[in-house]
């Protein structure tokens, strides 16, 4: 009999950033796993699965706790005979777990950043480390460790570690923006840098970082993301000011990504495995990003990307420096990039590793 998993998560979002979650499921199914997906039925994602065969409950918790919404996962889960119940959000993992209270299902739940779960919160126990749970399914290698480390009473095996993968054939089509409303020179080196402007992104960084380079370098940078404004005033005082470009939130970040020459991702902590990192890698663009936690294994230094410390924005400066004194290794930086993260990264080997663990809980 195939193992039968009802997955609760939102894909209400754009469809590039539900894309990788998507299709391990949609993987999962076509390796024999029987995958079906609450979510809303309006959502562009929930056609994508219709289409591969793939049952949609039009459904998902409004709320953190939701007595009406635990009485019908339940009951989707007495009428199914679910063996695993995979819950990938906050309002998921509340409402999951107590509808799964007394039934033969397996609970696993999914923990994207690292912080904020600490053995001491009374919280905790509500959701992630609720005794209902039998699994923890994590992001990147720094999220397990982070879970591991606040764990009391259970195996080290109770969070592993599986990668939301990408396939190279997704960003074949991408084609090159066209980045003349930004009036570049000929001949400048452009970086892009696509993020929200949180803390942890490590933007100020960045910013600072051009006081380290030489004042007429012809390197420009495209900042691309919501509140990008909030840096204006220590942009006022960048010596690069007149090149610094904020593009703001923009739906075709991936193209104008392929466009530019480089990519920077300056975060500072948090963070596991970024989507912008992997997608900048899948573009082939040669990427300077940080050391922190949630970066480790996507890329080796000098040879896949070029990896500064957290918080450092004269290593920062020191490697885009680099990328711009030599052209030739940064293009090679970038081809090995790509074929570094296609294989180490890659959808198909996130559906092996999900599948292992969905076969360990069904079949110890």
């Not at 942009?235 to 703001?248: F, M, N, Q, T, V």
């Not at 957290?310 to 090995?336: D, S, T, Y």
Request: aromatic share 10%; glycine share 6%.
């Amino acid at each position: 009999m195939p193992i039968k998993v009802l997955v609760i998560s939102s894909y209400d979002d754009a469809f590039n950033a539900v894309r990788p979650e998507g299709e391990l499921f949609i993987g999962l199914h076509r390796a024999g796993v029987e995958v079906e997906v609450m979510t809303q039925g309006n959502a562009e994602y929930a056609g994508r699965f219709r289409e591969a065969g793939i049952k949609v409950y039009d459904f998902h918790p409004k709320k953190t706790w939701d007595p009406a919404a635990v009485r019908y996962i339940r009951r989707i889960l007495q009428e199914g005979k679910h063996n695993i119940l995979h819950l990938f959000n906050k309002k998921a993992v509340v409402n999951g777990v107590r509808a799964a209270r007394g039934l033969p299902v397996k609970v696993v739940t999914y923990r994207g950043f690292t912080g904020h779960l600490n053995w001491y919160d009374p919280s905790v126990y509500l959701t992630h480390f609720h005794p209902r749970v039998d699994k923890i399914t994590c992001l990147a290698d720094s999220v397990r460790d982070h879970v591991r480390s606040n764990l009391l009473f259970r195996p080290a095996e109770f969070a592993v570690t599986v990668n939301k993968g990408h396939d190279l054939s997704w960003y074949e089509h991408i084609k090159p923006a066209d980045l003349s409303e930004f009036q570049l020179p000929d001949g400048a080196m452009v970086v892009s840098c696509v993020a929200n402007a949180r803390p942890m992104k490590g933007i100020r960084y960045l910013i600072e970082a051009t006081h380290f380079l030489p004042p007429d370098a012809p390197i420009h940078f495209l900042l691309i993301g919501n509140g990008m404004d909030t840096f204006s005033d220590q942009i006022e005082k960048s010596p690069y000011r007149d090149r610094i470009h904020l593009a703001g939130f923009r739906r075709n970040a991936l193209e104008i990504v392929a466009a530019c020459d480089a990519s920077v991702l300056p975060s500072i902590k948090g963070e596991a495995t970024p989507k912008a990192a992997l997608e900048a890698l899948f573009l082939g663009k040669p990427l300077v990003f940080t050391s922190i936690a949630g970066n480790k294994n996507m890329a080796i230094h000098g040879e896949t990307a070029y990896i500064v410390p957290p918080g450092n924005p004269k290593a920062l400066a020191e490697g885009l420096w680099w990328m711009w004194q030599h052209p030739e290794e940064r293009l090679r930086l970038g081809e090995n990039g790509r074929q570094y993260i296609s294989t180490h990264f890659s959808v198909a080997r996130s559906v092996q590793e999900m599948k292992a663990v969905y076969t360990s809980l069904c079949h110890p």
